[in-house]
């Protein structure tokens, strides 16, 4: 017996852990610096921390009313209705949630290349056929609404992704509104703001009070430190909002993750200790790195070092992980996470070394 014919599907491949690292080079993970998986250099928010001990003799139990506190907390944030607030494990869950809920078998969906490589996969999944529009080095990778529209056909689902991974753009509200109305009724946008707390753009919120085709996807992996968890969560229209109950996985966020999302949606000291520190790096980045880079919205810095699987290597023999691009399709580019103010210069220095050699 076999799987169904998977052939056509592409394994996620995630950027290696600490202790995997530590190991094969016969280092200590305290030893090492990791930028590459655009994680937060601060840890999870303390105040998550404290909700998950509080509540690690609570794990017998499904959670019902954590979720629903968790939504009402999320809807209040958004001046939302609760049932527009889809909570999911991880973006990455949402991001199925959303497939699940608009995909029949042979829809086409548009993603960008270079993109997240969960946007295909999760098409994929739910029988969707992909189709890419492409962000031009050439035009510093920006994204205005031509560019999707010039690809845009009969597709059910567009994916908006800003700011960008891995390259920082980003896309102006009208330009996201003008791909929403060109694109037509039937088909929907989903917009990633994965990275949307480290820039100043507009969130597509207010896109929701006036169309029903735009859907918006933000995490607590990033800015709140809690990628380990697995939790994020989509915001939608009123008029299918209800579709959530008949797509999702019964209890699909675990008890810890709603404690620990809750708590740290107070904790603004963390998340403005992270954003601060974010806008520092990503300056300090393009300041002093020996190489081109790119503007960024988000918490990392996309750079062009030449031989980019050569340099992440080197890299991490001197102790400092980051990420080679390659597998965007950008083998001369490498995504530096901004780290702590300690940090971030420390991989700065190692890569100045790495690149000049
Ligand atoms: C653009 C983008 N969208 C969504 C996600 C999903 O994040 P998560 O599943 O951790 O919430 C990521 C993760 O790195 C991302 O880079």
């Not at 300041?287 to 062009?304: H, K, M, Q, R, Y």
């Amino acid at each position: 017996m076999k799987p169904r014919d998977l052939s056509d599907h592409v394994p996620y491949r995630a950027g290696r852990g600490v202790e995997e690292v530590a190991r094969d080079l016969g280092l200590d993970p305290e030893d090492l610096v990791k930028l590459s998986s655009n994680e937060n250099p601060f840890g999870p928010s303390p105040q998550a921390v404290g909700a998950i001990e509080a509540k690690a003799g609570s794990v017998h139990t499904y959670p019902k009313a954590a979720h629903a506190d968790l939504v009402a907390a999320l809807a209040s944030e958004w001046n939302l209705d609760t049932e527009q607030v889809w909570l999911g494990p991880g973006g990455d869950g949402v991001l199925d949630y959303f497939a699940r809920a608009f995909l029949d078998p042979g829809d086409r969906v548009l993603v960008p290349n270079p993109g997240f490589a969960y946007y295909p996969m999760s098409a994929r999944y739910h029988d969707g056929v992909v189709d890419q529009y492409s962000l031009s080095k050439e035009d510093d990778f920006e994204q205005p609404a031509d560019i999707v529209l010039d690809a845009h056909e009969d597709h059910r689902i567009v994916y908006l992704t800003t700011p960008h991974n891995p390259t920082g753009s980003e896309i102006r509200l009208d330009d996201i509104e003008t791909v929403a109305r060109e694109t037509g009724e039937e088909t929907l946008v989903i917009v990633d703001e994965a990275y949307g707390e480290f820039t100043d753009t507009p969130s597509a919120r207010q896109l929701l009070d006036e169309r029903d085709d735009v859907a918006i996807l933000r995490t607590f992996s990033k800015v709140y430190g809690l990628a380990g968890l697995r939790l994020g969560y989509g915001l939608v229209p009123k008029s299918w909002a209800d579709a959530y109950d008949r797509v999702n996985t019964p209890f699909s966020v675990n008890l810890l993750a709603c404690h620990a999302g809750i708590a740290a949606l107070d904790d603004e000291e963390h998340v403005e200790k992270t954003v601060e520190t974010v806008r520092w790096a990503r300056r300090y980045i393009h300041d002093n790195l020996d190489a081109p880079t790119w503007e960024s919205g988000g918490n990392f810095v996309l750079a062009e070092v030449g031989d980019a699987e050569q340099v992440a290597a080197d890299a991490q023999r001197e102790g400092v992980i980051i990420r080679d691009c390659s597998s965007f399709g950008l083998p001369e580019c490498i995504r530096i996470t901004c780290g702590t103010r300690d940090t971030t210069p420390l991989a700065v220095e190692t890569l100045n070394e790495v690149i000049e050699e």
